[in-house]
């Protein structure tokens, strides 16, 4: 198939992408590679892929139209995978104007070209951020999510009713995968266990919100792979789907996990919670299990471990 990957140089987007070519796809990566974090670490993620006839890489913003008009006369795509988007629950907070700008308009363009285009399937990323404060656990896909608590939430459940709208009126297969704290390989700096994991082994103090009884749904980078992959290859007209391990871990255990595999005591700078935090996320993934064949397998654990090695390995790179 002839795959277009928004985002496809990131963390999640370059793990997507290697695994496309990987079985024979042909891809093409749109990422704008902004300032949000090092560009550099973009290029890396690029680099450990390689330079192949299957992968194409464009340099360019959801935001450009005239740039996304001439992308979709040049490919005749078979399915959009939709993973760029201005990423992070507090910096939303600080500039919501980017965001709604980013992920709302963004998604909007990439629908509209897909309509243009007849592109029959698009896949989307969205967040577990989406439920808010739920209090039905584990989250199901059947819960309201009309409270959000904080922008980036909001523009992602704007995403999902954007693709209802262009999978009733013009017939656009439209999968929403609601991703569950995503870790591990090529993992974001800003993200918690990256950047706890760099503070703890650095001796520096990591902000330590609440009182350490916050949960998380940590669900290994692989695992999120295998559903994207499957959402790829399946027509399911219109749906959302959680992507998460179905598991908790506080942030007291993640703290202590990380100082196992690292030999190192973490210093905890104690902080309030913050505004746009929800206490608690962990994912109902049976529809995922019954229309994707997702089963995730790395425990957090596992998966701390994984990370660190991985760590460890860029760290000895320079």
Same mark, same amino acid.
């Given at each position: ?12 987007? *370059? ?14 990566? &749109? ?95 969205? *967040? ?117 391990? *179905? ?43 019954? &229309?994707?064949?997702?089963?995730? *397998? ?21």
């Amino acid at each position: 198939m002839r795959i277009l990957v928004t985002g496809g140089a990131g963390f999640i987007g *370059s793990h997507l992408t290697k695994r496309l070519v990987g079985r024979g796809d042909e891809v093409v990566v &749109l990422d704008c590679f902004n300032d949000y974090y090092d560009p550099a670490i973009k290029e890396r993620n690029l680099a450990e892929i390689g330079a192949r006839d299957d992968l194409t890489v464009v340099r360019g913003d959801l935001l450009d139209e005239g740039l996304l008009a001439t992308l979709f006369d040049t490919h005749a795509f078979d399915v959009i995978v939709h993973l760029a988007a201005r990423a992070g629950v507090r910096p939303s907070l600080v500039d919501p104007i980017l965001y709604e700008q980013v992920n709302c308009r963004g998604t909007l363009n990439l629908l509209e070209a897909a309509r243009h285009h007849d592109i029959r399937r698009f896949v989307f990323a969205s *967040s577990s951020s989406v439920y808010g404060n739920v209090k039905e656990i584990p989250f199901s896909e059947d819960a309201q999510v009309n409270r959000p608590v904080s922008p980036y939430a909001a523009t992602k459940a704007a995403g999902e009713l954007y693709g209802y709208n262009y999978f009733h009126l013009y017939g656009i297969s439209f999968t929403a995968l609601r991703f569950f704290t995503v870790y591990g390989p090529r993992q974001r700096p800003d993200m918690a266990i990256h950047k706890f994991a760099r503070l703890i082994d650095e001796g520096q103090p990591i902000p330590f919100y609440g009182d350490g009884s916050t949960q998380r749904d940590y669900t290994y980078c692989s695992d999120i792979i295998d559903g994207v992959e499957a959402a790829v290859d399946r027509d399911l007209g219109y749906e959302i789907i959680n992507l998460g391990e *179905s598991r908790t871990t506080s942030l007291t255990e993640l703290v202590g996990l990380l100082e196992v595999a690292l030999g190192k005591k973490a210093i905890l700078d104690r902080q309030p919670m913050q505004p746009g935090d929800v206490t608690i996320t962990c994912a109902d993934v049976r529809k995922a299990q019954a &229309l994707l064949d997702y089963h995730p *397998s790395t425990t957090v654990a596992e998966g701390i471990e994984r990370f660190v090695a991985w760590y460890r390995e860029i760290q000895n790179q320079g």
